[in-house]
Nanobody
């Protein structure tokens, strides 16, 4: 059974930075595509970034240049580095793990960008 635990969310000022972590509990982490989604109040959940088991990466256009996704297979952890944060980035950020074995979600971590 896969469990995902996110951390790193915080209240930051506009222009600030954060690193979110998603710790994977289970087997075969390396076989999973890891993604970060976000959901702002009253809005639909949207994909922010994705990294495949082979290391291929995709970003939503609105965050390109300000966000970097990475993974450490030895630590079974995925990361989302966010720079130059804007108020519109305020949301709950959720980790997602997908493989042939199924789809798994974490509970999310709150990111608030405000002065």
């Amino acid at each position: 059974q896969v469990q995902l635990v996110e951390s790193g969310g915080d209240l930051v000022q506009p222009g600030g930075s954060l690193r979110l972590s998603c710790v994977f509990s289970g087997t075969m982490f390396g076989a999973y595509t890891m993604s970060w989604f976000r959901q702002a109040p009253g809005k639909q959940r949207e994909l922010v970034a994705r990294i495949t088991s082979g290391g291929d990466i995709d970003y939503v256009d609105s965050v390109k240049g300000r966000v970097a996704i990475s993974r450490d297979n030895a630590k079974r952890t995925a990361y989302l580095h966010m720079n130059n944060l804007k108020p519109e980035a305020t949301a709950v950020y959720l980790c997602n793990a997908v493989s042939f074995r199924g789809v798994n979600w974490g509970q999310g971590t709150q990111v608030t960008v405000s002065s």
